[in-house]
């Protein structure tokens, strides 16, 4: 079955400490790749999205994530975490156009003064 | 412009009442997704229409859940004869048709919170 596992339900890092969360997902054929990041109580904003164009993309708030098909992962990362990136951050997989998402199960960073 | 909004955002309902969770894509937008996201957990799939047509409803957990979009905008998820393991947030996600930069991205609303005691 199609699946996207996030390794860590739980982050917790220093401010201005490197982020790294983690993401692999289960296919032979690279699919379409999501960083969404969920603050409490709202929806879900996209971080940044993986098309197939280039392996290390850049998003919002300075997030990137790197494709790496022969690990099959997806990881984010940020150089230097701010106490505003707080949040549950879900990585996602599209396997087909104008289809369902599948998400991980989530991962919440926590940010130390 | 206007993202997508679902309203309302915080429902309580008694075991055994009906809900009606009503989604508002953004204007213009084929494909409108509902998502059921338990708390701590990812969102998890529950039906894709493209325009009025019902394309995919596999992740409906039961045939007390029915979802509709009669003219291709506007969305309501229907719960009947809720149940305590319905209690969840329900997200609602639009999509452009295809052609457009944004074809493979989800817009998400913020979400209506279902509470059932």
């Known amino acids: 079955a199609q699946s996207v596992t996030q390794l860590g339900s739980h982050v917790s890092v220093s401010e201005g400490a490197l982020v790294l969360l983690r993401c692999n997902y289960s296919?032979?054929?690279?699919?379409?790749l999501f960083w969404y990041v969920q603050y409490p109580n709202q929806g879900l904003q996209l971080l940044l999205k993986?098309?197939?164009?280039?392996?290390l993309v850049k998003g919002i708030n300075g997030f990137e994530a790197e494709f790496k098909k022969s690990e099959t992962s997806f990881h984010l990362t940020k150089p230097s975490a701010h106490m505003s990136d707080a949040a549950e951050y879900f990585c996602?997989?599209?396997?087909?156009?104008?289809?369902?998402?599948?998400f991980g199960s989530g991962t919440r960073l926590s940010i130390r003064p | 412009g206007a993202g997508v909004s679902q309203s309302p955002r915080y429902k309580v309902a008694k075991r055994g009442q009906d809900v009606a969770l009503r989604c508002d894509p953004i204007?213009?937008?084929?494909?409108l997704f509902w998502y059921q996201q338990a708390l701590g957990q990812g969102p998890e799939f529950l039906t894709y229409?493209?325009?009025?047509?019902?394309?995919?409803k596999s992740g409906l957990p039961s045939d007390r859940f029915f979802a509709e979009r009669p003219e291709g905008s506007v969305s309501t998820l229907k719960i009947q004869r809720t149940q305590q393991e319905d209690s969840a947030v329900y997200l609602c996600a639009s999509s452009p048709a295809r052609g457009s930069s944004s074809y493979n991205e989800q817009f998400f609303g913020p979400g209506t919170r279902l509470t059932v005691l």
């Open positions: 204007s213009g937008h084929v494909s």
């Open positions: 996602a997989v599209l396997y087909s156009s104008a289809s369902k998402i599948i």
């Open positions: 296919s032979s054929v690279p699919p379409y």
């Open positions: 993986y098309t197939s164009a280039a392996t």
């Open positions: 229409f493209q325009n009025e047509a019902q394309l995919d």
